[in-house]
């Protein structure tokens, strides 16, 4: 069973850095997909940041500039870099890992972290 845990959150002024770290423990494989979700209090969970196995990236337009995005070349660790941050970065940010279906008639297995409380003042 693929467990994901998330660390570094916490409160910090406007326009000063968080690092979020994902490590994986108990599969065997490389996750296909690894990436960084958000939820700001009181809306539904967005995507902020995903990243391939193959080295793909994709970013939420709120973001672009400012965060990155990256994961370890061997193992199941991702990173999330958050520069310049702003008071509607508030929310809490989990971890995501998926492994893609192998054939046609198989479906993604996704993997979720318990959340990591990011708090941004102005």
């Known amino acids: 069973q693929v467990h994901l845990v998330e660390t570094g959150g916490g409160l910090v002024q406007a326009g000063e850095t968080l690092r979020l770290s994902c490590v994986e423990a108990?599969?065997?494989?490389?996750?296909?997909?690894m990436g960084w979700y958000r939820q700001p209090p009181g809306k539904q969970r967005e995507v902020v940041a995903t990243?391939?196995?193959?080295?793909?990236?994709e970013y939420a337009d709120s973001v672009k500039g400012r965060f990155t995005i990256s994961r370890d070349n061997a193992e199941n660790i991702a990173y999330l870099q958050m520069n310049s941050l702003k008071p509607e970065d508030t929310g809490v940010y989990y971890c995501?890992?998926?492994?893609?279906?192998?054939?046609?008639?198989?479906?993604?297995?996704?993997?979720w972290g318990q959340g990591t409380q990011v708090v941004v003042s102005s």
């Open positions: 995501y890992g998926e492994f893609k279906p192998v054939s046609a008639l198989a479906r993604s297995r996704v993997y």
């Open positions: 108990g599969s065997t494989s490389r996750l296909d997909v």
């Open positions: 990243i391939n196995n193959d080295g793909t990236i």
